[in-house]
Nanobody, 120 residues
């Protein structure tokens, strides 16, 4: 069984920083793309940033220059460093990973979500 566990959410003032982390565990053969998505109240889930196993990154326009995604392939983790946070960044953030299991099954996996609230 594969699990993604996120940590690092919380309350932060506008202009502040937070770091989100996500660790994958279980019967994993390989991990392809990893990423972060978010869902604000009343809105659809949207892509924040993704990173390939080779380290190529992709960002939503709204977070470019403020957020940085990184991963540690050996530890099976992905992180999101968020700076200069704005109230519109308030959302539940979800970790995503495209994983091939030990039984050669390929699927998208999601974490349980971690809440980020940007407010003064």
């Amino acid at each position: 069984q594969v699990q993604l566990v996120e940590s690092g959410g919380g309350l932060v003032q506008p202009g502040g920083s937070l770091r989100l982390s996500c660790a994958a565990s279980g019967s994993i053969r390989s991990i392809n793309d990893m990423g972060w998505y978010r869902q604000a109240p009343g809105k659809q889930r949207e892509l924040v940033a993704t990173i390939t196993s080779g380290g190529s990154t992709n960002y939503a326009e709204s977070v470019k220059g403020r957020f940085t995604i990184s991963r540690d392939n050996a530890k099976k983790t992905v992180s999101l460093q968020m700076s200069n946070l704005k109230p519109e960044d308030t959302a539940v953030y979800y970790c995503n990973a495209r994983i091939t299991t030990a039984l050669f099954r390929f699927s998208d996996y999601w974490g349980q979500g971690t809440r980020v609230l940007v407010s003064s």
